[in-house]
């Protein structure tokens, strides 16, 4: 088995170079229908609150908010979160801290603010610390809690105590 495919059957067409007329190519014209790919939109269930945790990196904070908030809140909230400037994977300290504390992260990733500007939102809660662009949201609330990327255990344990304390008090007045 050589070549690129493997094996695998091929992916129709020809592989040899075609003779050209010393013309540039012309443009395909296609007559179908244009399609463009999008990221899913999320429609919230009617009489739920929809609810956006930001921080810096999507990694930490707004991971944990997200976990707590689907694993307390589910029955009153649809939960997302995003980052300002979002990292490349959410950290193992965070998936640790939070199975230690029953939640499960399954399925979270780090996702850019850009995303979700135009959203609606009824709350978006702002961890970052840092100012936002330009929210569509019905009320913007502002969270002092340190980062704790790069540091010990028993930080993350206090920032996701932090941060547990919150949601619940969200969910709470959110009910």
Known sequence: ???I??????????SRPRPTSGQPPTAPTYTGPVVFHTLPQHQAVRGRKKVLFVC?????RSQMAEGFAKAY???VLDVYS?????AMIVQDETFQTMLERGVKLEGQFPKGIEMMVRAPFDVVVNMSGDVLPRMNAARILE???????GRS???YQ????????MVKGLIAELR
Do not use: F, Y
């Open 56 to 60: 810096i990196g999507n990694s930490c």
């Open 5 to 14: 495919r493997n094996g695998r059957p091929s992916m129709r067409g020809s």
């Open 73 to 75: 809140g589910h029955d």
């Open 1 to 3: 088995m050589s070549g």
């Open 158 to 165: 206090e920032v996701a105590e932090q941060i547990e304390r």
């Open 82 to 86: 995003a980052g300002l400037s979002p």
């Open 153 to 155: 255990d028993e930080i």
């Open 143 to 149: 969270w002092k809690v340190r980062d704790p990327i």
